[in-house]
């Protein structure tokens, strides 16, 4: 059983940064892809973004495609999320989720219990 912490949440205003990280532990991180979600009051979970286990590929959902980057270190376990020009859209809860396989593409089976990002226009 894997356990995920995400931290580095917080309340900026439009066009500030913020730089996510998830800690993982309880199985072979570098294994797995992961990838960041976040659910928006009163809507669905959505895709944000994703990291293969080797860190060779990479994807995220349009909206924040040339804003937010996502990155690794599996020495430590770590998974981050950089959010540059953030936009009040962008305000949600974000989770991290390890991936069952390698791929950007493996089904996410398991949540951190996420971080709030609000974003003051």
């Known amino acids: 059983q894997v356990q995920l912490v995400e931290s580095g949440g917080g309340l900026v205003e439009a066009g500030d940064s913020l730089r996510l990280s998830c800690t993982a532990s309880?199985?072979?991180?570098?294994?797995?892809?992961m990838g960041w979600f976040r659910r928006a009051p009163g809507k669905e979970r959505e895709f944000v973004a994703a990291i293969s286990s080797n860190a060779d590929k990479t994807s995220y959902t349009n909206s924040v495609k040339g804003r937010f980057t996502i990155s690794r270190d599996n020495a430590k376990s770590l998974l981050f999320l950089q959010m540059d020009n953030l936009k009040p859209e962008d305000t949600a809860i974000y989770y991290c989720s390890q991936s069952s396989g390698p791929f950007t593409t493996s089904p996410y089976n398991d949540w951190g219990q996420g971080t709030q990002v609000t974003v003051s226009s």
């Open positions: 309880g199985r072979t991180f570098s294994a797995y892809a």
